[in-house]
């Protein structure tokens, strides 16, 4: 696993400039435009079956469901302690009043396992750091080149007298950043869920 300060160190500026604000200020930009093309994966405890309950809200799985990538599958805990992932009989739809990812599933399928937890699998973003300390996921030829074009415009706004290299520099730091991002592509998980009507109340 790699740290943010080893990803920091990598970064090929002066370490005078490169201070913990700014150290956190680059390595959160490069998790941010990561996504979508970088994703994290988790299956998560999202519910209980109960008798007579067919509508489910996905607010407490943790790490958060993003609205623009909803679940791929739902998997249900079997007699035997082993999932199983179910194709039919369930919808899912984003409540963008709420902000919530909801399911929706048959009275049939719910009442043959009250009782049973049910998960979800999903893709979500790389989550925003707060200390140099913490891992970062993120591939590190791209993490360093995002890092480094992040210090390169923070250079040239500061200096604006002696910013022709920095500016010279950009494309380049650009260019890299960019292969390295295609590099760092996780494919979309394949969807198991049919998908309901959005409501917007």
């Not at 998790?31 to 067919?54: D, M, N, Q, R």
């Not at 049910?118 to 030829?141: D, N, S």
């Not at 950009?170 to 292969?179: D, K």
Request: with cysteine; hydrophobic share 40%.
């Amino acid at each position: 696993m790699t740290t943010a300060q080893q990803i920091i160190d990598m970064v090929p500026f002066p370490d005078s400039v490169k201070t913990t604000a700014s150290s956190l200020a680059a390595i959160n930009d490069a998790i941010a435009t990561s996504w979508p093309a970088f994703k994290l994966e988790e299956t998560a405890s999202a519910g209980i079956f109960v008798t007579l309950t067919y509508e489910y809200s996905l607010t407490a799985v943790a790490p958060a469901i993003p609205p623009d990538l909803g679940p791929a599958e739902v998997l249900i805990d079997e007699a035997t302690g082993l999932a199983k992932t179910i194709h039919h009989d369930y919808t899912q739809w984003y409540d963008r009043s709420g902000g919530c990812w909801y399911l929706r599933f048959s009275p049939f399928l719910v009442e043959g396992y009250v009782g049973k937890t049910f998960y979800v699998h999903y893709q979500y973003p790389h989550p925003q750091i707060t200390g140099l300390g913490e891992t970062v996921y993120l591939p590190i030829g791209y993490a360093v080149r995002a890092a480094s074009l992040w210090y390169d415009f923070q250079q040239a706004a500061e200096n604006l007298a002696d910013s022709a290299l920095t500016r010279a520099l950009a494309p380049e730091f650009l260019r890299a950043q960019t292969l390295a991002l295609r590099g760092a592509y996780v494919r979309q998980l394949p969807v198991k869920i049919g998908t309901g009507k959005e409501r917007l109340t």
